[in-house]
């Protein structure tokens, strides 16, 4: 069985590769033609839990749109968004290099949650999935922030910052999923897809 993976995400990719998921890409676009229906830009006072849910569903089901409207074979279409909270405050990609500089340096010596939603959109109906986990940055000085943002990594990313890229060396601690943190839990999504009927492995 192969699905369709609605995400841009290099990351997401490569973790479905790791646990023997068959996927093909369907690519949402950005800029000035992105589509409305997957805006990532939170709602006023949003609570990060309901943002990440929302953001996670919009995806499956803009991406069901998409295989409808192209006439593709009909598949489970999975999504995923990953998002940082900090003091109660919804930490997404940087703006620039001046918000990836002042976001690193919040975290700084700091324990944040990471939170990506998982959707599956199948038949018509969406399952949902939520990892949380616990991410503490040992403290950081400014030297090392601004030769992080300066290698551009930070730039894509929520939180301003790859765990499996550079910004390993900035993590004292984590409690939960490191592949969650990456951007699609592979223990909880392979567990969502044999509900489907997908065997991964």
Known sequence: MRLYLASRSPRRRELLNQIGIAFDTIVFRGGSRADSETDET???GEDP??????VA??????????VQERKLPLRPVL???????????????PLDQ???????RRLSGQTH????????NHLGHTEYLL??????????????IRHYVLSGE?????????????????????????????GLPVCETGELLKRLGFRPL
């Open 42 to 44: 939170p709602h006023a």
């Open 57 to 66: 569903r919009a995806k499956a089901e803009h991406g069901l749109k998409i």
């Open 154 to 182: 930070p730039m894509d990313k929520a939180g301003a910052y790859g765990i499996q890229g550079r910004a390993g060396l900035f993590v004292e601690h984590l409690a939960g999923s490191y592949s969650g943190v990456m």
């Open 113 to 120: 949650r990471v939170l990506t939603g998982v959707a599956v």
């Open 79 to 93: 999504s995923a968004d990953t998002t940082l909270e900090f003091e109660g405050e919804i930490i997404g990609k």
């Open 131 to 144: 990892s949380s986990s616990e991410v503490r940055f040992r403290p950081l000085d400014d030297e090392e």
């Open 49 to 54: 839990l309901v943002y990440v849910e929302r």
């Open 98 to 104: 001046a918000d990836a500089t002042a976001i690193l």
